[in-house]
Structures are given as structure tokens and as C-alpha cells.
Nanobody, 124 residues
């Protein structure tokens, strides 16, 4: 299977910046999409940004022009650079990746993996 480890969360004042990282490991054959989601207290999890293997990106309207998603395919890593942070950006940020991995039988199988989440808190 594929495991994800996120890092980079923390406490920052409004207007500040943070950079999140998510590293995928395991018997990976290929990764198609790498996405960042977030969940604020009392709210549903929402997609923040995503990037395909070809580098095509998409962003939630609320973070456009402030957040930048990128990936290093050689390192199976996705980043989220967050600038001009606002208190409403507070939440647990989760990494999600989808692709194919080498199964125990030697065949390729699809995976859809989530990280454990990293807390981002923006104070006003």
C-alpha cells in the first residue's frame, strides 16, 4: 500500500506564510493526482488545491492567488505554499494521492490514500 506523511503545519499570524509537505512512500508505480484538503471545526472537508502528474493545477476560489501547489515527481512529494494566510484558513490539512501501486500478487492496483493531517492555525 501507499503511506502519506504530512508536515509543515503550525501556528501563524494573519498575513503570514506556511509551507506544507506530503511525502508518499510504498510500492508506488505511478501517482496521478496529489491534492490538499482541509477541514475546519464543524465544517465538511473541502478541496483546497490539486495537481496532476502533468502539472495541471486547480484551486478553491477562496485560496486562489494566495496558495500555490507543486509537486516533485522524483520524490513523490507534493507541497502547498500558503501566503497571506487568514483566520478562515484555520483547519486540519490533509494530503490525498491517487495512482497505482505494485500489489502483493505482482499486479498493479489502484490506491487512494490519505495522510494523517496537519494542523494549521491562523491567529487574527
Amino acid at each position: 500500500q501507499v503511506q502519506l506523511v504530512e508536515s509543515g503545519g503550525g501556528l501563524v499570524q494573519a498575513g503570514g506564510s506556511l509551507r506544507l509537505s506530503c511525502v508518499a512512500s510504498g510500492s508506488i508505480f505511478s501517482i496521478r493526482t496529489m491534492d490538499w484538503y482541509r477541514q475546519a471545526p464543524g465544517k465538511q472537508r473541502e478541496l483546497v488545491a490539486g495537481i496532476t502528474s502533468g502539472g495541471v493545477t486547480n484551486y478553491a476560489a477562496s485560496v486562489k492567488e494566495r496558495f500555490t501547489i507543486s509537486r516533485d515527481n522524483a520524490k513523490n512529494t507534493v507541497y502547498l505554499q500558503m501566503n497571506s494566510l487568514k483566520p478562515e484558513d484555520t483547519g486540519v490539512y490533509y494530503c490525498n494521492t491517487r495512482g497505482r501501486f505494485y500489489s502483493g500478487s505482482g499486479y498493479l492496483a489502484d490506491f487512494d490514500s490519505w495522510g494523517q493531517g496537519t494542523q494549521v492555525t491562523v491567529s487574527s
